[in-house]
């Protein structure tokens, strides 16, 4: 059983440096979000994609933020010019978007900004 | 989607069944309610989800209302292992388009199991 990945698991960065991290989903899957999570509270909705096509994205996506899913498969969620603010951790999900659309979510990479 | 109102936490001795209320009095005809639960350090897990119908899985059930406004997960038997944040979303199922893709967390009710 090949689910959701997420790489790195951790990165720490210094103030002003662009991260990016990486998403592969479930193979069959053609629907795949990221969340953003922060100490103590629940997973908040960034953005989301149906295969290659980017179908909504959150307020809390500042131009800094820019994800892609160049060929419906794995997707890159890049972060410029980082802030304190950012330090989170970010998940991503997939699902078939079928009856029923329960999401599966990867480990989530935890992002420090010193 | 309509909100959902947890109490933050719950305890429960190990082997007794744990019941986790989820309130969503606003709840539409289309909405179903989700569950979810986070283990320490990992990504959310999915438990199980119904309509109006009770529903039973592997894991857990879910009793619904008939009103629909509110509903319980039920853990049969806990063990330390189902210690996590449970997360109730309800939120309209299905193939759709739009923007009816992301599941919107409150804070969930925090499950300590102990021994």
């Known amino acids: 059983d090949t689910g959701v990945s997420q790489d790195p698991r951790h990165k720490i960065t210094k103030r002003g440096q662009n991260v990016t991290f990486r998403c592969d989903p479930i193979s069959e899957h053609n629907r795949l979000y990221w969340y953003r999570q922060t100490l103590g509270q629940g997973p908040e909705f960034l953005t989301y994609f149906q295969n290659e096509a980017q179908l909504e994205k959150s307020r809390l996506l500042s131009d800094r933020f820019s994800a892609e899913r160049p060929k419906g498969s794995f997707s890159t969620l890049e972060i410029q010019r980082t802030e304190q603010g950012d330090s989170a951790m970010y998940l991503c999900?997939?699902?078939?978007?079928?009856?029923?659309?329960?999401?599966?979510f990867g480990p989530g990479t935890r992002l420090t900004v010193t | 989607d309509a909100k959902t109102t947890q109490p933050p936490s719950m305890d429960c001795a190990e082997g007794r069944a744990a019941n986790l209320p989820c309130n969503h009095s606003t709840i539409s005809g289309n909405e179903y309610v989700y569950w979810y639960r986070q283990i320490h350090s990992q990504g959310p897990q999915y438990i199980i989800h119904?309509?109006?119908n009770n529903e039973t899985n592997e894991m857990a059930s879910l009793i619904i209302t008939e009103d629909r406004k509110s509903s319980t997960l039920i853990l049969p038997h806990a063990t330390l292992r189902d210690t996590a944040v449970y997360y109730c979303i309800v939120r309209v199922a299905g193939n759709y388009g739009g923007s009816q893709g992301n599941l919107i967390f409150g804070k969930g009710t925090k499950l300590s199991v102990k021994p």
């Open positions: 119904g309509l109006k």
């Open positions: 999900a997939s699902s078939d978007g079928l009856a029923g659309g329960e999401q599966y």
